[in-house]
């Protein structure tokens, strides 16, 4: 995943924490923010 350097992105300079990022909803949103210019902080009880 990663983060865009587009200086124009809607999120850029904006950090969000996404819980239950491993799968499912968690995972899209991660991928979204990130796309949107967010650094992004992730967690999940899974380690994959």
């Keep these: 995943m990663?983060?865009?350097t587009d200086p124009q992105?809607?999120?850029n300079g904006k950090?969000?924490?996404v819980t239950g990022a491993a799968s499912g909803f968690g995972r899209a949103i991660?991928?979204?923010l990130a796309r949107?210019?967010?650094k992004i902080g992730l967690a999940d009880?899974?380690?994959e």
Excluded: F, H, I, N
Aim: aromatic share 0%; net charge negative.
């Design 36 to 38: 949107d210019g967010a």
């Design 45 to 47: 009880k899974d380690c």
């Design 2 to 4: 990663t983060t865009s």
């Design 15 to 17: 950090v969000a924490l």
């Design 30 to 32: 991660s991928q979204d």
């Design 9 to 11: 992105a809607p999120l």
